[in-house]
């Protein structure tokens, strides 16, 4: 699986931002995508992720209620839409591929398999 990230920029604080990761490969049905983010000198962290199936989507707490997961089959993409972006919410966002056929959401950024080039999002106050 080939996986590659988009739609970063710059927003001011409370702005929206929607981004986008266009996916390549065989049985993408069997996958969960996920989107973490890395922030300098932190870990890469859990944002949230969509089963490909059937396009169930799970969101970190931090972001419940602004960020909105959702893929588009005939597209093979997956989207991130953010809303009321926050400063410290400024990091590089990466999208990710975990081949899991049980549909189970995992949250750790070891479990997923592929990995798309990160798209920066900054965030002025």
């Known amino acids: 699986v080939q996986l590659q990230a988009s739609g970063g920029g710059l927003v001011q604080a409370g702005g929206s931002l929607r981004l986008s990761c266009a996916a390549s490969?065989?049985?993408?049905?069997?996958?969960?995508m996920g989107w973490f983010r890395q922030s300098p000198g932190k870990e890469r962290a859990f944002v949230g992720a969509v089963r490909w199936n059937d396009g169930t989507a799970y969101c970190a707490d931090s972001v419940k209620g602004r960020f909105t997961i959702s893929r588009d089959n005939a597209k093979n993409t997956v989207y991130l839409q953010m809303n009321n972006l926050k400063p410290e919410e400024t990091a590089v966002y990466y999208c990710?591929?975990?081949?899991?056929?049980?549909?189970?959401?995992?949250?750790?950024?070891?479990?997923?398999?592929?990995w798309g080039q990160g798209t920066q999002v900054t965030v002025s106050s």
């Open positions: 490969g065989r049985a993408l049905s069997t996958y969960v």
């Open positions: 990710a591929a975990d081949q899991n056929i049980g549909g189970v959401v995992r949250t750790r950024n070891y479990a997923y398999d592929f």
